[in-house]
Each structure stands twice: as C-alpha cells, then as structure tokens.
C-alpha cells in the first residue's frame, strides 16, 4: 500500500536556526497538507498544497509540492521558541484516502 | 465557538474493560471524524460520518471497535473489550466537508490499556 516516509523523526536547534523536513510517498499525489501538533493538543494545518512545483508560505513557514508529485519539503526560517512540537505531512493521490506521515519531532534551545 | 470537544482528555483502564470515548463537534458541521495516532504509525482515519449516518467504516481495527452518532451534536466510540494494543492518542475531527484540510481537531483522549 501507499506509505509516506517523512525525515527526520526529531531535530534539536538552536534558536534562530533555519529547520527543513520532508516528506516522501511511494506514489503521487494531488495534495500535500502539513501539520504542526502542540504537545497534548490536535494537528492544526500550517499550509496547504494543490499543485505540483507549488510553493506557499504562511509566516516564517514556507512549503513546496515537489515537482515529481512524490514529495514535499517544509522550511521553517528564524525558529523560535514556540516552533517546537510535531510537524506532519499528509496526502493523497485522489481519492480522499488520506496518508499521514509519522512526524518530525522539533526541539529549539534556547 | 469552543471548538470540538472530547472527553476523558485521559483513560487508564485495564485490559478487558469497556472504554468510551466522546465527542462533541462544532456547531453546524455536518462530518465528523474519529482517528488514532501512535507512534509507530502516525495519524490514522477509523471512520467518518455525515449528517449522523457512517459513511466510511474501513478504518476501524476490528469489531471490538465501535462508533455512533445519535445527534448533531455528540458522537461516541466504543472499545469492547480493551487490550494494550489499543493504547494511543484518538482524536475526533469535524467539518463542513470530507477535505481533510477543512478539518478541525479536538484535543484528543489518551488512552492507556494496561
């Protein structure tokens, strides 16, 4: 079956350091969501992707819909304390079944 | 509005116990979705309804696994019996659509089947 692959599973930085995640399924899709999860609460949506080379910024956050339409990349510029928690990336090829990644664990120090 | 709202935000149970877990959706949506989260296999959908009626069951684990929607306003899903494996984080979602972009999380009950 379908699987996304997202790396790395957690990240340690410095505050004011740049971050990059990604994500990457073994068929493609049509639409790239990422997702942040605050420790204890629900995936809230960060930014949405429809198109293939696409990119969007929502803030400090900014993603791409690769162009092979198998995967998808998140950077996050200047990461600040509130950064931290989980970022996750989901997708699907069409057919509303959704995929989700297992998540990129963030940690900024101070 | 509150948002969606579940309850317990935690349950320990023993194995073989009966877990129900709640939920509340926001106002005027019209789906509602129950999902699980592990570790090890990230997000995953059990079932979703629309206007009460269960459109899409294919998620749920097994038939120990069960969920209703008497009303707009509440939904439930039932563990019967219970067993470690069933330990993770089950979040309910609603909508005014099935895009999960559209989506809106509760806070999710975690679970832990000793």
């Known amino acids: 079956g379908q699987q996304l692959n997202q790396s790395p599973q957690s990240m340690f930085i410095q505050e004011g350091e740049d971050v990059s995640m990604n994500c990457t399924s073994s068929?493609?899709?049509?639409?790239w969501l990422w997702y942040k999860q605050d420790p204890g609460e629900g995936p809230v949506l960060l930014i949405a992707?429809?198109?293939?080379?696409e990119l969007t910024s929502n803030g400090r956050l900014t993603a791409q819909f690769g162009i092979t339409r198998k995967d998808s990349f998140l950077n996050i510029s200047a990461s600040i304390p509130s950064d931290v928690g989980i970022y996750f990336c989901?997708?699907?090829?069409?057919?509303?079944?959704?995929?989700f990644g297992t998540g990129t664990r963030l940690k900024v120090l101070a | 509005d509150a948002g969606v709202i579940q309850s317990p935000r935690h349950e320990v149970t023993e194995m073989g116990q009966e877990v129900t877990l709640r939920c509340k959706p926001i106002?005027?949506?019209?789906?509602l979705f129950w999902y699980r989260q592990t570790m090890m296999r990230g997000l995953e959908l059990l079932i979703y309804?629309?206007?009460?009626?269960?459109?899409?069951d294919s998620g749920m684990p097994e038939d120990r696994f069960s969920a209703k929607m008497p009303n707009a306003s509440f939904s439930t899903l039932k563990i019967q019996p219970s067993e470690p494996r069933d330990s993770a984080v089950y979040f309910c979602?609603?909508?005014?659509?099935?895009?999960?972009?559209?989506?809106?999380f509760g806070p999710g009950t975690r679970l832990l089947v000793l």
């Open positions: 979602a609603s909508s005014w659509d099935r895009r999960l972009e559209t989506q809106y």
């Open positions: 068929s493609i899709f049509n639409t």
């Open positions: 992707l429809y198109k293939a080379g």
């Open positions: 989901a997708g699907h090829s069409g057919t509303y079944k959704y995929i």
């Open positions: 106002s005027g949506h019209d789906y």
């Open positions: 309804f629309n206007n009460n009626v269960p459109i899409d």
